[in-house]
């Protein structure tokens, strides 16, 4: 069993920064992605970021050069750095953990920013 477990989410004003974090813990076993979702109320959850085991990145258009994921040297915790944060429907960030045969969800946390 794997558990995610997210911080680094609150309240920031248009333009400002935050780094999210999730952390695994468990039986960790071959995770070869590492992704960041998020999802507005009312809306379906889109892909933000995601990185690879081998350290390849792929971002959302809307996000791109503004938000950076990496990760730490086990590849058991990802971060989200952003910035130039934009006012949104308060998005609720997730992450998602993969391994070959397995998925797995953090709790989400959400993210304010204010015009």
């Known amino acids: 069993q794997v558990r995610l477990g997210e911080s680094g989410g609150g309240w920031v004003q248009a333009g400002g920064s935050l780094r999210l974090s999730c952390a695994a813990s468990?039986?960790?076993?071959?995770?070869?992605?590492m992704a960041w979702y998020r999802q507005a109320t009312e809306k379906q959850s889109e892909l933000v970021a995601s990185i690879t085991s081998g350290g390849n990145t792929n971002y959302a258009g809307a996000v791109k050069g503004r938000f950076t994921i990496s990760t730490d040297n086990t590849n058991h915790t990802v971060y989200l750095q952003m910035h130039n944060l934009k006012p949104q429907n308060t998005p609720v960030y997730f992450c998602n953990f993969r391994s070959i045969s397995s998925g797995y969800w953090g709790q989400g946390t959400q993210v304010t920013v204010s015009s």
């Open positions: 468990g039986s960790i076993v071959s995770i070869n992605l």
